[in-house]
């Protein structure tokens, strides 16, 4: 009984959002539901954004006084074969400042990579039918002095038709403590730092990292508050399991990681390499490839709900691309995070620079395994 007590006090004092069960018996005063959405304010049936061209941005909220968003739902048209989710940018804006502290490509912000569209669902964000194009978020987002949210079309193409809806809560003022949301993606080909992709022990001893050097950077984020996910995009060239790298998180300026993982999938909280889906509220593989060993792409994801990562001064999150950054890699990330305030999180890669390296088929491994036997004297009965 005393901690049932303990339970609905702590959610009473957080004032945000009924975390379970227990939470929904709370009476909240003076917190009004409010929604804004595409609907058709003539009361006909166009409830959608319509002809958002090229290079063009929308607002799609932007709202005064203080209150929580706590629930997003998008969907666009055409399909993503002619509409890039990697190419529509959402960004998001806190208590009045002029930058923004979300900024992502939208299919990736909310579990869709590579512009592909696969079911996605996890407790925060979720990726539902037709085909993962429905786009949802239950992130609570606060704000103290306003909230602005806008899209802005990179795709080279036209955006016609444009649907979502923001629920959000407007209170007089927010709880003490309540941290701002912040989200940011990053896209990087890492190549291997040795001339040799030495994984697995192939070629020899393989070389040691303490440092985290070279590492891909998962979030680099200045100030005070907690690490809460990351949706994780891989793509490897080749078929050897690249997941032997470790995470390696910095705490409020670490020279040498004090949180060091053990390989990829079991940051991941899987083991022994993805190649099943699997769909966990807190973690999983949302698409995983159905090539040669880990050949081709991979989502791998994981929110800190009940264990977020905390920092007074600064978090840096890393991840090796293979062991000691042995593996050439094409990684793509949306890290997920709350600070005291609204800060500024960095800008991310342009267009060109987020287009995924192309697929790796069955056709480039003949070519490759031609050039093998032209090396080795064309000898007909060449096998392995």
Same mark, same amino acid.
């Given at each position: 009984?005393?901690?049932?007590?303990?339970?609905?006090?702590?959610?009473?004092?957080?004032?945000?959002?009924?975390?379970?069960?227990?939470?929904?018996?709370?009476?909240?005063?003076?917190?009004?539901?409010?929604?804004?959405?595409?609907?058709?304010?003539?009361?006909?049936?166009?409830?959608?954004?319509?002809?958002?061209?090229?290079?063009?941005?929308?607002?799609?909220?932007?709202?005064?006084?203080?209150?929580?968003?706590?629930?997003?739902?998008?969907?666009?048209?055409?399909?993503?074969?002619?509409?890039?989710?990697?190419?529509?940018?959402?960004?998001?804006?806190?208590?009045?400042?002029?930058? /923004?502290?979300?900024?992502?490509?939208?299919?990736?912000?909310?579990?869709?990579?590579?512009?592909?569209?696969?079911?996605?669902?996890?407790?925060?964000?979720?990726?539902?039918?037709?085909?993962?194009?429905?786009?949802?978020?239950?992130?609570?987002? /606060?704000?103290?002095?306003?909230?602005?949210?806008?899209?802005?079309?990179?795709?080279?193409?036209?955006?016609?038709?444009?649907?979502?809806?923001?629920?959000?809560?407007?209170?007089?003022?927010?709880?003490?403590?309540?941290?701002?949301?912040?989200?940011?993606?990053?896209?990087?080909?890492?190549?291997?730092?040795?001339?040799?992709?030495?994984?697995?022990?192939?070629?020899?001893?393989?070389?040691?990292?303490?440092?985290?050097?070279?590492?891909?950077?998962?979030?680099?984020?200045?100030?005070?508050?907690?690490?809460?996910?990351?949706?994780?995009?891989?793509?490897?060239?080749?078929?050897?399991?690249?997941?032997?790298?470790?995470?390696?998180?910095?705490?409020?300026?670490?020279?040498?990681?004090?949180?060091?993982?053990?390989?990829?999938?079991?940051?991941?909280?899987?083991?022994?390499?993805?190649?099943?889906?699997?769909?966990?509220?807190?973690?999983?593989?949302?698409?995983?490839?159905?090539?040669?060993?880990?050949?081709?792409?991979?989502?791998?994801?994981?929110?800190?709900?009940?264990?977020?990562?905390?920092?007074?001064?600064?978090?840096?999150?890393t991840i090796e691309h293979g062991h000691n950054n042995e593996m050439t890699?094409?990684?793509?990330?949306?890290?997920?995070?709350?600070?005291?305030?609204?800060?500024?999180?960095?800008?991310?890669?342009?267009?060109?620079?987020?287009?995924?390296?192309?697929?790796?088929?069955?056709?480039?491994?003949?070519?490759?395994?031609?050039?093998?036997?032209?090396?080795?004297?064309?000898?007909?009965?060449?096998?392995?």
């Amino acid at each position: 009984m005393k901690h049932f007590v303990f339970l609905l006090l702590m959610i009473s004092f957080t004032g945000l959002q009924a975390q379970d069960l227990a939470g929904l018996t709370l009476i909240k005063e003076h917190v009004t539901t409010k929604r804004i959405s595409s609907y058709d304010k003539a009361g006909g049936p166009n409830d959608n954004l319509q002809h958002i061209e090229n290079g063009g941005k929308r607002t799609l909220v932007d709202i005064k006084g203080a209150g929580i968003i706590n629930h997003i739902w998008i969907t666009m048209w055409p399909a993503p074969d002619k509409l890039s989710r990697n190419d529509v940018i959402i960004r998001m804006y806190w208590d009045g400042k002029p930058y /923004p502290s979300v900024i992502s490509p939208i299919g990736p912000f909310f579990g869709q990579g590579w512009n592909e569209s696969y079911p996605f669902t996890s407790l925060p964000l979720a990726a539902a039918p037709m085909d993962g194009t429905s786009l949802v978020s239950y992130f609570a987002m /606060p704000f103290s002095n306003g909230a602005r949210i806008e899209i802005e079309n990179q795709s080279g193409t036209e955006i016609q038709p444009f649907y979502f809806c923001v629920d959000y809560v407007e209170m007089p003022k927010l709880p003490a403590n309540t941290g701002r949301f912040h989200a940011w993606y990053n896209k990087q080909l890492m190549g291997s730092q040795d001339s040799i992709e030495n994984e697995h022990w192939i070629f020899g001893p393989e070389g040691q990292n303490t440092d985290g050097r070279n590492n891909y950077v998962i979030a680099d984020i200045k100030g005070e508050g907690h690490f809460v996910g990351v949706n994780y995009y891989v793509q490897s060239p080749t078929p050897l399991w690249y997941g032997e790298g470790d995470d390696m998180i910095f705490i409020d300026g670490e020279t040498i990681p004090s949180l060091n993982g053990t390989g990829t999938e079991d940051y991941f909280n899987t083991a022994w390499g993805p190649k099943v889906l699997y769909m966990h509220p807190y973690f999983g593989y949302a698409r995983v490839n159905n090539d040669i060993g880990t050949l081709g792409r991979t989502h791998l994801y994981r929110f800190h709900i009940t264990d977020p990562i905390y920092f007074n001064k600064s978090l840096k999150f890393t991840i090796e691309h293979g062991h000691n950054n042995e593996m050439t890699l094409d990684l793509a990330s949306v890290a997920y995070w709350y600070t005291k305030e609204a800060l500024p999180v960095p800008d991310i890669p342009d267009a060109k620079a987020r287009k995924p390296m192309p697929a790796i088929n069955s056709y480039d491994i003949h070519r490759w395994r031609n050039e093998w036997r032209k090396n080795r004297g064309k000898d007909p009965k060449l096998w392995n």
